[in-house]
């Protein structure tokens, strides 16, 4: 029975906290030993969204002085709220990333108000100037790497047909299918992008059944937009479809089929945000880049791509990391023929317009509603 | 012979004034705390030898689980919150359980709960915060109250079974709330989690006085309270109880079966929508899909456990709420997975269904002169 040392572990574990709490408001420096919490909405080896920030978690982890706490699986309810709480009250720590879209409000918004030396790190981009100082929220313009994405699935396609299984048709997602198909487009004029929502983040029956009916319609390459991309990727290997992947980087589940795919980079990220607190700087509240900003990266091309296309992809690719490569230039139409951005328009990466996207690009089959 | 004395010996021990009178009129409740107590203990006993296969110490388990679900008064307020909803939810299960009615749709009636109770708010910008929230509970209650009378109504008189259609119209709940949450009653600006407006900082019901626990524990304690005195302790109650017993001798004692079944499963919807309108008004603040987060699939484990006695889910949606809290620091501290806490829920389901055989079987506890 060790409970002394245990409950003696915690003392000091909220000393340390309480003298953190100071430290970080006050000076922005680490102390000694600092905890950090994150906090994932499905498990952690999703091979998506949730794997890539545990990969995040796992580059601190090799850093000294720091400690990360881990928790899966929980909801966008109080749930959060308490879990913050308790890293807080019983595990000390003084940075948190709640990693779930939809912890920010009003999760992350009311635990900030309430520990206001602690920081909160949340990825999503939701931060305003009316959202506490030591909330902050970050994001990629992962569309960037979905454009190369689309590159390398337009020159891989035989029948010109492409196939996104995608989640919702908000925003975000429709801006992924979008770019990609643009991308497409570039090495393919004549591809078409055939999208089916499956309606939720992780509905794997219906992502498999999704993955099918596309690979059935004649599509040869797949991309996805949902948490979990494994259900797609496994279900076109074995169909003898070309997959592009998300989130993370799927090539150990399906090596041949593997082209290439649009990954977040936290584990670039992440180790800059402690450094900046290390250092006594303040991390913007909002903070968003893409490829350039080693935000967002491209997984490295499968054995599969042709010699041209990875030529034409790594010819965009400089592009993007040495100016503003703009994905979104006019003329562009919707797929019902409307003129959704005019031409000699440029919407850039941090373009305002951009992120009410609420139409499918001239060559996407399928519907926003 | 001598067992029973030595039965009798056991019991004195237990309660020192045992004589066989004593036993005669208590023996059921004893049997009441000892069964479902000894269930558990042997099914935290199973959990440990589990844990202890995949190389930790079910010690550090047994501390952990304590410290995290009971262990200070931060882990008491996070085990309140979390069970806050579960007794709302369970009584959804409980209540139609005395008329022998197996319901397993309360998650479908929280959702049309909190549906209703964002529209009733919603519809009332003038009103001043009390009659809000007094609309919304009104709104709550009806709005999960005739969407469980829908089973009730499709097992009285049209003979579909009351359990699968109640699962099924959690279903269709579910669909209704993305649907209007996506299109008739998203709030614009919710761009890439679609949501209503909200129901504005004023109208939220806030927590109870010195505590991070919001008053939705008060609705559940006083409902279940309320439940458990309507079945008992009126004449509706012993006629839905004696209508549960025996269909066919309740109509024959003129019962009218059909307005019984109604008005329970009312009353059990009203529960769950009720819990809906909590979390609406106490947590997320306006609808939207975080609500589904299965409280009302762990409401159904809530009243098993509790033997649909409606004063017994009070206790035991604190026991599961605190095993959830716990679950947390079981992941952080011990590196056990998220699904453990699911097979520990597991064992205890199974060890409280094979305890029931015991009721009535326990020799010393039949008071035998």
């Given at each position: 029975?060790?409970?002394g040392?245990?409950?003696?572990?915690?003392?000091?574990?909220?000393?340390?906290?309480?003298?953190?709490?100071?430290?970080?408001?006050?000076?922005?420096?680490?102390?000694?030993?600092?905890?950090?919490?994150?906090?994932?909405?499905?498990?952690?080896?999703?091979?998506?969204?949730?794997?890539?920030?545990?990969?995040?978690?796992?580059?601190?982890?090799?850093?000294?002085g720091?400690?990360?706490?881990?928790?899966?699986?929980?909801?966008?309810?109080?749930?959060?709220?308490?879990?913050?709480?308790?890293?807080?009250?019983?595990?000390?720590?003084?940075l948190l990333?709640p990693?779930?879209?939809?912890?920010?409000?009003?999760?992350?918004?009311?635990?900030?108000?309430?520990y206001?030396?602690?920081?909160?790190?949340?990825?999503?981009?939701?931060?305003?100037?009316?959202?506490?100082k030591?909330?902050?929220?970050?994001?990629?313009?992962?569309?960037?790497?979905?454009?190369?994405?689309?590159?390398?699935?337009?020159?891989?396609?035989?029948?010109?047909?492409?196939?996104?299984?995608?989640?919702?048709?908000?925003?975000?997602?429709?801006?992924?299918?979008?770019?990609?198909?643009?991308?497409?487009?570039?090495?393919?004029?004549?591809?078409?992008?055939?999208?089916?929502?499956?309606?939720?983040?992780?509905?794997?029956?219906?992502?498999?059944?999704?993955?099918?009916?596309l690979i059935?319609?004649?599509?040869?390459?797949?991309?996805?937009?949902?948490?979990?991309?494994?259900?797609?990727?496994?279900?076109a290997a074995?169909?003898?479809?070309?997959?592009?992947?998300?989130?993370?980087?799927q090539?150990?589940?399906?090596?041949?089929?593997?082209?290439?795919?649009?990954e977040?980079?936290?584990?670039?990220?992440?180790?800059?945000?402690?450094?900046?607190?290390?250092?006594?700087?303040t991390?913007?509240?909002?903070?968003?880049?893409?490829?350039?900003?080693?935000?967002?990266?491209?997984?490295?091309?499968?054995?599969?791509?042709?010699?041209?296309?990875?030529?034409?992809?790594?010819?965009?690719?400089s592009?993007?990391?040495s100016?503003?490569?703009?994905?979104?230039?006019?003329?562009?139409?919707?797929?019902?023929?409307?003129?959704?951005?005019?031409?000699?328009?440029d919407?850039?990466?941090?373009?305002?317009?951009?992120?009410?996207?609420?139409?499918?690009?001239?060559?996407?089959?399928?519907?926003?509603? | 012979?001598?067992?029973?004395?030595?039965?009798?010996?056991?019991?004195?021990?237990?309660?020192p004034?045992?004589?066989?009178?004593?036993?005669?009129?208590?023996?059921?409740?004893?049997?009441?705390?000892?069964?479902?107590?000894?269930?558990?203990?042997?099914?935290?006993?199973?959990?440990?030898?589990?844990?202890?296969?995949?190389?930790?110490?079910?010690?550090?388990?047994?501390?952990y689980?304590?410290?995290?679900?009971?262990?200070?008064?931060?882990?008491?307020?996070?085990?309140?919150?979390?069970?806050?909803?579960?007794?709302?939810?369970?009584?959804?299960?409980?209540?139609p359980?005395?008329?022998?009615?197996?319901?397993?749709?309360?998650?479908?009636?929280?959702?049309?709960?909190?549906?209703?109770?964002?529209?009733?708010?919603?519809?009332?910008?003038?009103?001043p915060?009390?009659?809000v929230?007094?609309?919304?509970?009104?709104?709550?209650i009806?709005?999960?109250?005739?969407?469980?009378?829908?089973?009730?109504?499709?097992?009285?008189?049209?003979?579909?079974?009351?359990?699968?259609?109640?699962l099924?119209?959690?279903?269709?709940?579910?669909?209704?709330?993305?649907?209007?949450?996506?299109?008739?009653?998203?709030?614009?600006?919710?761009l890439?989690?679609?949501?209503?407006?909200?129901?504005?900082?004023?109208?939220?019901?806030?927590?109870?006085?010195?505590?991070d626990?919001?008053?939705?524990?008060?609705?559940?304690?006083?409902a279940?309270?309320?439940?458990?005195?309507?079945?008992?302790?009126?004449?509706?109650?012993?006629?839905?109880?004696?209508?549960?017993?025996?269909?066919?001798?309740?109509?024959?004692?003129?019962?009218?079966?059909?307005?019984?079944?109604?008005?329970?499963?009312?009353?059990?919807?009203?529960?769950?929508?009720?819990?809906?309108?909590?979390?609406?008004?106490?947590?997320?603040?306006?609808?939207?899909?975080?609500?589904?987060?299965?409280?009302?699939?762990?409401?159904?484990?809530?009243?098993?456990?509790a033997?649909?006695?409606?004063?017994a889910?009070?206790?035991?949606?604190?026991?599961?709420?605190?095993?959830?809290?716990?679950?947390?620091?079981?992941?952080?501290?011990?590196?056990?997975?998220?699904?453990?806490?699911?097979?520990?829920?597991?064992?205890?389901f199974?060890f409280?269904?094979?305890?029931?055989?015991?009721?009535?079987?326990?020799?010393?506890?039949?008071?035998?002169?």
């Amino acid at each position: 029975m060790d409970f002394g040392r245990i409950s003696r572990r915690h003392l000091l574990q909220g000393g340390a906290a309480l003298t953190l709490g100071t430290a970080l408001g006050a000076r922005g420096a680490l102390a000694a030993e600092t905890t950090i919490g994150f906090i994932y909405v499905g498990s952690r080896d999703d091979y998506g969204y949730n794997q890539a920030h545990a990969q995040g978690a796992a580059a601190l982890k090799k850093l000294p002085g720091l400690k990360v706490v881990e928790e899966e699986k929980v909801p966008e309810t109080d749930a959060v709220e308490k879990t913050m709480e308790s890293m807080i009250n019983l595990d000390g720590a003084s940075l948190l990333f709640p990693t779930s879209f939809g912890y920010y409000n009003p999760h992350v918004l009311k635990m900030a108000q309430k520990y206001p030396k602690l920081r909160f790190q949340h990825c999503g981009g939701l931060w305003s100037d009316k959202d506490p100082k030591n909330a902050g929220s970050y994001f990629g313009y992962i569309d960037e790497a979905q454009y190369i994405s689309g590159i390398v699935a337009g020159y891989s396609t035989k029948s010109g047909k492409l196939g996104f299984v995608a989640a919702k048709p908000i925003p975000q997602v429709l801006r992924n299918i979008n770019a990609f198909t643009l991308g497409a487009k570039l090495a393919n004029p004549k591809a078409t992008t055939q999208v089916i929502f499956t309606g939720d983040w992780s509905m794997p029956v219906k992502e498999a059944e999704a993955t099918n009916s596309l690979i059935d319609q004649g599509v040869d390459v797949l991309t996805c937009h949902v948490d979990g991309p494994k259900t797609m990727v496994e279900n076109a290997a074995r169909r003898g479809a070309m997959v592009c992947g998300y989130h993370v980087n799927q090539s150990p589940l399906a090596p041949k089929a593997y082209l290439t795919g649009a990954e977040w980079n936290w584990e670039a990220l992440y180790p800059k945000f402690v450094k900046m607190i290390a250092a006594g700087e303040t991390i913007p509240n909002f903070y968003r880049g893409g490829l350039k900003d080693e935000i967002v990266k491209v997984s490295p091309y499968g054995e599969a791509v042709s010699e041209e296309a990875r030529k034409h992809a790594d010819e965009v690719k400089s592009k993007f990391m040495s100016s503003d490569f703009v994905i979104f230039k006019g003329p562009i139409s919707d797929n019902k023929g409307k003129v959704v951005i005019a031409a000699g328009t440029d919407r850039g990466q941090k373009d305002a317009e951009l992120e009410k996207m609420d139409y499918l690009v001239d060559g996407v089959i399928g519907a926003t509603s | 012979m001598t067992t029973d004395t030595a039965d009798s010996a056991a019991a004195a021990a237990i309660a020192p004034a045992a004589d066989p009178s004593f036993l005669q009129r208590h023996g059921q409740a004893i049997e009441y705390v000892l069964i479902p107590g000894a269930a558990l203990a042997g099914a935290l006993v199973v959990f440990g030898i589990f844990v202890a296969l995949f190389g930790k110490n079910p010690l550090d388990l047994y501390f952990y689980m304590y410290y995290g679900a009971f262990g200070t008064w931060f882990s008491w307020q996070n085990t309140l919150a979390r069970a806050a909803p579960l007794i709302l939810t369970a009584l959804c299960t409980a209540l139609p359980a005395q008329l022998g009615m197996v319901i397993i749709g309360g998650e479908g009636a929280l959702l049309i709960g909190a549906l209703a109770a964002t529209s009733a708010a919603l519809a009332l910008p003038w009103a001043p915060p009390l009659a809000v929230q007094f609309a919304m509970v009104i709104a709550g209650i009806i709005g999960g109250g005739l969407w469980i009378m829908l089973a009730g109504a499709l097992r009285q008189y049209r003979g579909v079974n009351e359990t699968i259609s109640s699962l099924l119209l959690v279903y269709i709940a579910l669909a209704i709330l993305n649907h209007l949450v996506e299109g008739p009653m998203r709030d614009p600006a919710s761009l890439n989690k679609p949501s209503t407006r909200e129901i504005g900082a004023a109208n939220m019901i806030g927590t109870i006085p010195g505590t991070d626990v919001h008053w939705g524990l008060v609705f559940g304690l006083v409902a279940a309270a309320a439940a458990y005195i309507l079945i008992y302790h009126t004449t509706f109650g012993f006629a839905a109880r004696v209508a549960g017993g025996n269909i066919r001798a309740a109509r024959i004692v003129g019962l009218s079966v059909g307005k019984l079944i109604m008005t329970i499963c009312f009353l059990a919807g009203g529960a769950a929508g009720l819990a809906g309108m909590i979390e609406v008004a106490a947590v997320q603040g306006r609808t939207n899909a975080n609500l589904a987060a299965g409280y009302g699939f762990t409401g159904i484990l809530v009243a098993f456990l509790a033997r649909q006695n409606p004063l017994a889910v009070i206790p035991v949606a604190i026991l599961l709420g605190g095993i959830s809290a716990s679950g947390g620091l079981l992941q952080r501290r011990l590196g056990l997975p998220d699904a453990s806490v699911l097979v520990l829920q597991g064992i205890i389901f199974v060890f409280v269904l094979a305890s029931d055989a015991l009721y009535g079987r326990i020799g010393f506890l039949k008071g035998k002169g």
